[in-house]
């Protein structure tokens, strides 16, 4: 499903139109780390993506340490909570 998701937008790739990809996850969505390296494991590394967790069980060094080995960047979103 990873693949089929990621050869849907790389042909914005070509005419350098594709800026990072953002995966926002939902709220209600608590941490989760097998999750998130098997997910991480199958993204390529050729593109640009961007994490915007939305649960606070997501904010550990494990988590961000899991992001900054693969190269993939944190989204911090401001919000009145």
Do not use: I, Y
Not at 34 to 60: C, Q
Not at 72 to 81: D, P
């Amino acid at each position: 499903m990873t693949s089929k998701f990621v050869a849907s937008f790389l042909p914005l790739q070509k005419p350098s139109k594709l800026g990072p990809v953002l995966f926002q996850l939902p709220p209600n969505l608590k941490c989760d780390l097998p999750l998130l390296t098997d997910f991480l494991a199958g993204l390529p590394h050729h593109v640009r993506f961007a994490f915007e967790f939305r649960h606070d069980s997501w904010f550990r060094d494990d988590v961000f340490a899991s992001l900054h080995g693969t190269k993939m960047a944190l989204c911090l979103a401001e919000s009145e909570n």
